[in-house]
């Protein structure tokens, strides 16, 4: 199965600055399904990115996803208050599907 | 739209068993292989179990495999998970989904808690 590794593990980052996570596959994601999600407490994962760079329905385009192969990154320009949570990412070309273990971003 | 309704979670005790059920609506159900995820506290989403369309293959994480029985009703559009020799580390919130793809959007999951 495809092992997905984020970092950094938490963020700590002000209101208006700029965030960008990583996701690293142990093996090539197929033709970049990679999905990424921010969960806040008590609710279900919400969909943010999918095939690597496709903003969900009603994302604003603050956040955008990038990378292909191994490598991917979302990044979230203009920080804002709500967008504290824990940020996953999901590879869905290959069975199992496989997520990784988080990143927490924390707003200063 | 695209719906999952899970329930039948609960507080089991160790060696227990339950069944997960999953109610889907707004695509036509037989097309889509479904699976389990699960959601333990504080913990990323982990795959459990997955099936066919047809019903025909089922799939299990390592972890779950002898203990856990995924099926489907696709005359009512309905995903089931029977779960048996539940184990503490089972304890998490359990979501249906749409396998390989991305999910969107997830429903509110069915909490089961492994506890004496």
């Known amino acids: 199965e495809i092992v997905l590794t984020q970092s950094p593990g938490t963020l700590s980052l002000s209101p208006g600055e700029r965030a960008s996570l990583s996701c690293r596959a142990s093996q090539r994601v197929s033709s970049s399904y990679l999905a990424w999600y921010q969960q806040k407490p008590g609710q279900p994962p919400r969909l943010l990115i999918y095939g690597a760079s496709d903003r969900a329905t009603g994302i604003p385009d603050r956040f955008s996803g990038s990378g292909s192969g191994t490598d991917f990154t979302l990044a979230i320009n203009r920080l804002e208050p709500e967008d504290f949570g824990v940020y996953y990412c999901q590879q869905y070309g290959s069975s199992p599907i496989t997520f990784g273990q988080g990143t927490r971003l924390e707003i200063k | 739209e695209v719906q999952m309704l899970e329930s039948g979670g609960g507080l089991v005790q160790p060696g227990g068993s339950i069944r997960l059920s999953c109610a889907a609506s707004g695509f036509t159900f037989i097309d889509y292989a479904m699976s389990w995820v699960r959601q333990a506290p504080g913990k990323g989403p982990e795959w459990v179990s997955g099936i066919s369309g047809s019903g025909d293959t089922t799939y299990y994480a390592d972890s779950v495999l002898g203990r856990f029985t995924i099926s489907r009703d696709n005359s009512n559009n309905t995903l089931h998970l029977q779960m048996n020799a539940l184990r503490d580390e089972d304890t998490a919130v359990y979501y249906c989904?749409?396998?390989?793809?991305?999910?969107?959007?997830w429903g509110q999951g069915t909490l089961v808690a492994v506890s004496s």
């Open positions: 989904v749409q396998d390989r793809a991305a999910i969107d959007p």
